[in-house]
């Protein structure tokens, strides 16, 4: 099974809203990353948030992390039409180098 | 910095063929992962390695898959004989150690008829 689930699976907003996709684990963790994949592309690193960060910012970006819950949330403020992509959480197994992917969330930002 | 070059971009293939697929990580990344990525099963792991060295291949789907890092700046995922099942795109991603955020590779997109 996935160690990464993303929830919701798609989501279609209009430019300038903003979105929120959450990111639930089972392990423990050492850091959690986000990535986005842009439709026939490589993935693209976002951000990463270490276990005992709770959250973080770059840019656009809001990351927060509640090991407590296992889960994880990626907000984009101000959405674009740009921000269309499908965004991936990807966690450390057991806190090691393994990094599982989950099923990453599909957005389409509407302009 | 180029970022992680894959070669071929695509492949297509017939079943029973030997396909190799070719990747250059970023020059001083000491890890190097291989990915799959199907609508079916997502992205797998297939192979992790650091300083050349494979340290964990459990994710290789069966013998006909084997992975090499000859040095620092080159890596190979060969497949034989090639099955219409290993169609997907497969990614190469690099890392200047494990736990960082890594660089992905373009992908190849490999196709077995």
């Known amino acids: 099974s996935q160690q990464g689930e993303e929830d919701p699976q798609a989501l279609s907003i209009q430019e300038g809203e903003n979105a929120t996709m959450n990111c639930s684990y089972k392990t423990s963790i050492n850091n959690l990353q986000w990535y986005r994949q842009n439709s026939g592309r490589g993935l693209v690193h976002l951000i990463l948030?270490?276990?005992?960060?709770r959250e973080k910012h770059s840019g656009r970006l809001r990351v927060t992390l509640d090991t407590s819950k296992k889960s994880s949330s990626l907000l984009i403020t101000a959405s674009r039409a740009a921000d269309t992509a499908s965004y991936f959480c990807?966690?450390?197994?057991?806190?090691?180098?393994?990094?599982?992917f989950g099923t990453g969330t599909r957005l389409k930002v509407l302009a | 910095d180029a970022g992680v070059i894959q070669s071929p971009r695509h492949e297509v293939t017939e079943m029973g063929q030997e396909v190799t697929l070719r990747c250059k990580p970023i020059?001083?990344?000491?890890?190097l992962f291989w990915y799959r990525q199907t609508m079916m099963r997502g992205l797998e792991l297939l192979i992790y390695f650091n300083n050349n060295v494979p340290i964990d291949d459990s994710g290789m789907p069966e013998d006909r898959f084997s992975a090499k890092m000859p040095n620092a700046s080159f890596s190979t995922l060969k497949i034989q004989p090639s099955e219409p099942r290993d169609s997907a795109v497969y990614f190469c991603a690099s890392s200047p150690r494990a736990g960082n955020g890594y660089t992905f590779g373009s992908g190849t997109r490999l196709t077995v008829v």
């Open positions: 020059s001083g990344h000491n890890s």
């Open positions: 948030i270490r276990s005992n960060e």
């Open positions: 990807a966690t450390d197994e057991g806190g090691t180098y393994k990094y599982i």
